[in-house]
């Protein structure tokens, strides 16, 4: 019975300790891919290995993907891209702002200027975007989107001095569940090594 005990919390602190390396290893990946990408600037171009995310804010392409997404977007020239694709895309060179819409026309040296432009629309709009894009404002396509995933990016992002501390209560626990694992394994270390010494010893 004690045997069986004793594994049963061995397997727990091991349990314990795998959850706590995943999760030290998952954090510190996020910090250091989210400085590489983001601390520096807000250039549209930075990306890792040639991708960026976005938050979704509208539900413009409706039912590809909705409010609170994340699209992964692949960094391309207009020389890649074609009618169909779904890109992402300044809609005015004073803003920050980005919009994801399917493309609906592309038109090669539009008025002779060389430039290649995109026509746009989103899937649940009735009309087209009514601006063309071209080619310098378009920052890639969309290679897939996770559902939801950009709520809990951008809830971070906008709370970081709430999510801190959290983190930091998180690794907090999971220090203690090892300690707690770790005393009781080593009682019990203990208690088998004075069930063995008093076998041991004769009786008078």
Request: proline share 3%; glycine share 6%.
């Amino acid at each position: 019975m004690d045997s069986v005990k004793g594994e049963t919390e061995s397997t727990g602190y091991k349990i314990v300790e795998i959850l706590r390396t995943i999760f030290v290893y998952l954090l510190a990946a996020g910090i250091i891919l989210g400085a590489i990408l983001f601390a520096a600037d807000r250039s549209p171009t930075k990306s890792f290995f040639g991708f960026r995310y976005y938050t979704v804010l509208t539900d413009s392409m409706k039912p590809e993907f909705i409010t609170g997404d994340m699209v992964i977007v692949r960094l391309k020239n207009a020389d890649s891209i074609n009618v169909g694709d779904i890109i992402t895309f300044n809609p005015s060179s004073g803003s920050e702002a980005y919009l994801t819409h399917r493309v609906t026309q592309k038109i090669d040296d539009y008025e002779g200027s060389g430039i290649t432009c995109f026509r746009t629309k989103g899937d649940a709009n009735n009309t087209e975007d009514s601006f063309l894009i071209d080619e310098e404002r378009v920052i890639g396509t969309v290679e897939f989107h996770i559902p939801k995933l950009g709520t809990v990016v951008r809830f971070i992002q906008l709370r970081w001095y709430f999510i801190v501390p959290l983190l930091l209560l998180i690794v907090l626990f999971f220090h203690l569940l090892k300690i707690y694992f770790s005393n009781d394994e080593e009682a019990e270390k203990q208690t088998d090594v004075s069930s063995a010494l008093e076998e041991e010893t004769p009786s008078k």
